[in-house]
């Protein structure tokens, strides 16, 4: 079954959603989205969005404090072009009805988090992404030229090669509900489909977050850029240290805000020391980096599962008006934030890489815009400044507008386009007992991938480490593969579990390839075998396309088409 479009929207989250709005007055949308619609990375952001809002602030500070959390690895250029347009942006927001909290003086109540110099975060007590999901879904399903389309989780782009340009002519979906493959033909395509939080055991990522775009974009030959970028938030709920522990586990770990360290939250280990000071000056305000690797460093010095995060010091009223969210989340567990410190541990957070972009979001593939987590402009470099993520997804959604109107008007594909490629093919034929065995080898396989990136590819690495997995993970994968095709699953097959399972080890295995070509320690990439920042190597990590000798199931578009 085919649709046409002339844009579709691949992801809900922000970025998705602003830019469906923008240029559906210019032609048909479809929004198509992997759960439901509110579903995203997005809607999960407590602490809320970065921008100079006040006139004791500047552009120039704020891209200061972004190029310094970034490692000096940033694009100048983009952060300066998000830290000008960012504003007003947020203004739109508010005239759209979102409802930022504003202090007693009438003004935007504005707070400050790690790595910031100035207080620039406007927020919905710690629910900012919720409320700016809800505003923004609320108009997306009031226009007329928008079609929301969820349960439909994006396989493959249909591009083909047009002698050296390759083009994006659309989508081939699963539809989940249905398990019937869905075919999106649109002139022009927008790439918004979050992070790949998943490739690692815990993290602040809803379930979703699969990667499933970035390697969407590698297998139809888009340039990808550092992916050994992989930010850890310092504080994620720690179940370990609860008094009341969860009777179940967590789908992904409960977010305690950056904004809690703002508001004066001190770590502390379980000796009741408090540890900051002894590795950064700016102590619990250091940016995302120095923090995550300080509790890292604490753990495994004290062998101990988790640190504390103690804000009782301050008034209870004040901690109940400005994180109700997380006060209401510990409270389950027999937890007073107002009383008692809270259990905190790293947890992964955030892909400071992706599908290279340049600054209209255009990519190296005609038809193929990106925005969001997804992408990667060169705003957050070698880390992302706390807060940045949402307005940089505001100004890029904006900044794709022009350029996909221009593309979406020259282009003259027909309704026959759809024909181009072969169609997707859905597991019924294999019947019950192949496709459960398949679900239960893949859930094993996934867990092993996830425990791999843990051990071998988190907060510090090295070499050795580096190159083990690389290697345990290539024989993972072709052990699963061979599983799957024993069993009689085709390379042209769909379903959710599998197609994921192959995005997360494309994902998984461009963090690793990116992140032994860094030879230095810069930003969230550190290595004890190159521990010292080096000038020389102030590069950012390019992925050309290439066809890759190693061609697995999940590094290769499941049709490709030349014209050549």
Same mark, same amino acid.
């Given at each position: 079954?085919?649709?046409?479009?002339?844009?579709?929207?691949?992801?809900?989250?922000?970025?998705?959603?602003?830019?469906?709005?923008?240029?559906?007055?210019?032609?048909?949308?479809?929004?198509?989205?992997?759960?439901?619609?509110?579903?995203?990375?997005?809607?999960?952001?407590?602490?809320?969005?970065?921008?100079?809002?006040?006139?004791?602030?500047?552009?120039?500070?704020?891209?200061?404090?972004?190029?310094?959390?970034?490692?000096?690895?940033?694009?100048?250029?983009?952060?300066?072009?998000?830290?000008?347009?960012?504003?007003?942006?947020?203004?739109?927001?508010?005239?759209?009805?979102?409802?930022?909290?504003?202090?007693?003086?009438?003004?935007?109540?504005?707070?400050?988090?790690?790595?910031?110099?100035?207080?620039?975060?406007?927020?919905?007590?710690?629910?900012?992404?919720?409320?700016?999901?809800?505003?923004?879904?609320?108009?997306?399903?009031?226009?007329?030229?928008?079609?929301?389309?969820?349960?439909?989780?994006?396989?493959?782009?249909?591009?083909?090669?047009?002698?050296?340009?390759?083009?994006?002519?659309?989508?081939?979906?699963?539809?989940?509900?249905?398990?019937?493959?869905?075919?999106?033909?649109?002139?022009?395509?927008?790439?918004?489909?979050?992070?790949?939080?998943?490739?690692?055991?815990?993290?602040?990522?809803?379930?979703?977050?699969?990667?499933?775009?970035?390697?969407?974009?590698?297998?139809?030959?888009?340039?990808?850029?550092?992916?050994?970028?992989?930010?850890?938030?310092?504080?994620?709920?720690?179940?370990?240290?609860?008094?009341?522990?969860?009777?179940?586990?967590?789908?992904?770990?409960?977010?305690?805000?950056?904004?809690?360290?703002?508001?004066?939250?001190?770590?502390?280990?379980?000796?009741?020391? /408090?540890?900051?000071?002894?590795?950064?000056?700016? !102590?619990?305000?250091?940016? =995302?980096?120095? &923090?995550?690797? $300080? %509790? +890292?460093?604490?753990?495994?010095?004290?062998?101990?599962?988790?640190?504390?995060?103690?804000?009782?010091?301050?008034?209870?009223?004040?901690?109940?008006?400005?994180?109700?969210?997380?006060?209401?989340?510990?409270?389950?567990?027999?937890?007073?934030?107002?009383?008692?410190?809270?259990?905190?541990?790293?947890?992964?957070?955030?892909?400071?890489?992706?599908?290279?972009?340049?600054?209209?979001?255009?990519?190296?593939?005609?038809?193929?815009?990106?925005?969001?987590?997804?992408?990667?402009?060169?705003?957050?470099?070698?880390? /992302?400044?706390?807060?940045?993520?949402?307005?940089? !997804?505001?100004?890029?959604? =904006?900044?794709? &507008?022009?350029? $996909? %109107? +221009?593309?979406?008007?020259?282009?003259?594909?027909?309704?026959?386009?759809?024909?181009?490629?072969?169609?997707?093919?859905?597991?019924?034929?294999?019947?019950?007992?192949?496709?459960?065995?398949?679900?239960?080898?893949?859930?094993?396989?996934?867990?092993?991938?996830?425990?791999?990136?843990?051990?071998?590819?988190?907060?510090?690495?090295?070499?050795?480490?580096?190159?083990?997995?690389?290697?345990?993970?290539?024989?993972?994968?072709?052990?699963?593969?061979?599983?799957?095709?024993?069993?009689?699953?085709?390379?042209?097959?769909?379903?959710?579990?599998?197609?994921?399972?192959?995005?997360?080890?494309?994902?998984?295995?461009? &963090?690793?390839? $990116?992140?032994?070509?860094?030879?230095?320690?810069?930003?969230?990439?550190?290595?004890?075998?190159?521990?010292?920042?080096?000038?020389?190597?102030?590069?950012?990590?390019?992925?050309?396309?290439?066809?890759?000798?190693?061609?697995?199931?999940?590094?290769?578009?499941?049709?490709?088409?030349?014209?050549?």
């Amino acid at each position: 079954m085919s649709q046409y479009f002339d844009f579709a929207v691949i992801g809900s989250g922000v970025a998705g959603l602003r830019y469906a709005l923008d240029v559906a007055k210019h032609g048909s949308v479809a929004v198509i989205t992997k759960a439901e619609p509110h579903e995203s990375n997005t809607n999960y952001a407590q602490g809320g969005v970065g921008s100079v809002l006040s006139p004791s602030d500047s552009v120039e500070s704020h891209m200061h404090d972004t190029i310094v959390a970034g490692a000096y690895l940033c694009d100048e250029e983009t952060v300066r072009v998000v830290c000008t347009e960012g504003p007003d942006r947020i203004r739109e927001l508010m005239a759209m009805g979102a409802s930022f909290d504003h202090g007693e003086d009438g003004n935007l109540h504005l707070t400050r988090e790690g790595g910031h110099s100035h207080h620039r975060i406007a927020h919905v007590a710690d629910m900012t992404g919720r409320e700016i999901v809800r505003v923004l879904l609320k108009a997306v399903v009031n226009d007329p030229n928008i079609s929301v389309f969820d349960h439909h989780f994006a396989i493959d782009l249909l591009t083909y090669q047009d002698c050296s340009d390759t083009i994006c002519l659309g989508v081939d979906t699963f539809n989940t509900e249905t398990l019937e493959a869905i075919r999106f033909i649109s002139k022009v395509t927008l790439l918004a489909s979050g992070g790949a939080g998943h490739i690692y055991p815990t993290t602040t990522n809803p379930l979703i977050a699969t990667g499933d775009g970035m390697a969407m974009a590698y297998r139809a030959q888009a340039v990808i850029s550092n992916m050994e970028f992989v930010q850890f938030h310092p504080t994620a709920l720690a179940d370990e240290g609860l008094p009341i522990k969860p009777t179940k586990s967590r789908e992904n770990a409960f977010l305690i805000s950056e904004a809690v360290r703002g508001a004066g939250g001190i770590l502390y280990n379980l000796g009741m020391e /408090r540890f900051m000071p002894l590795y950064d000056e700016r !102590a619990e305000l250091a940016p =995302r980096d120095v &923090v995550a690797r $300080s %509790i +890292d460093d604490q753990l495994k010095k004290r062998n101990e599962k988790y640190v504390l995060l103690d804000i009782s010091h301050r008034a209870s009223e004040k901690i109940l008006s400005h994180f109700p969210n997380i006060a209401a989340e510990c409270l389950k567990y027999g937890l007073d934030i107002t009383r008692q410190p809270i259990p905190v541990v790293p947890a992964a957070h955030y892909m400071c890489g992706g599908v290279h972009a340049r600054l209209h979001g255009e990519t190296n593939i005609q038809g193929l815009y990106v925005a969001g987590e997804v992408a990667c402009t060169g705003l957050h470099g070698a880390n /992302r400044l706390a807060s940045n993520s949402i307005v940089e !997804a505001l100004v890029f959604a =904006r900044r794709a &507008v022009q350029p $996909s %109107i +221009d593309h979406m008007k020259s282009s003259k594909h027909d309704p026959s386009t759809s024909n181009l490629w072969g169609k997707p093919v859905v597991t019924s034929s294999l019947g019950s007992d192949a496709m459960d065995k398949i679900l239960t080898m893949t859930r094993t396989i996934r867990k092993e991938l996830q425990s791999i990136m843990w051990d071998y590819v988190g907060i510090v690495r090295s070499t050795t480490r580096l190159e083990f997995a690389e290697q345990k993970i290539g024989e993972l994968e072709a052990k699963w593969e061979e599983y799957l095709f024993q069993q009689g699953w085709e390379p042209t097959m769909v379903g959710l579990e599998a197609c994921e399972m192959r995005n997360l080890f494309c994902c998984a295995e461009l &963090v690793i390839s $990116s992140a032994l070509s860094r030879h230095e320690s810069r930003g969230l990439h550190y290595t004890v075998d190159f521990p010292n920042l080096e000038e020389s190597k102030r590069l950012p990590t390019i992925i050309f396309p290439c066809s890759s000798v190693k061609s697995t199931w999940s590094s290769r578009q499941l049709h490709k088409q030349l014209m050549c």
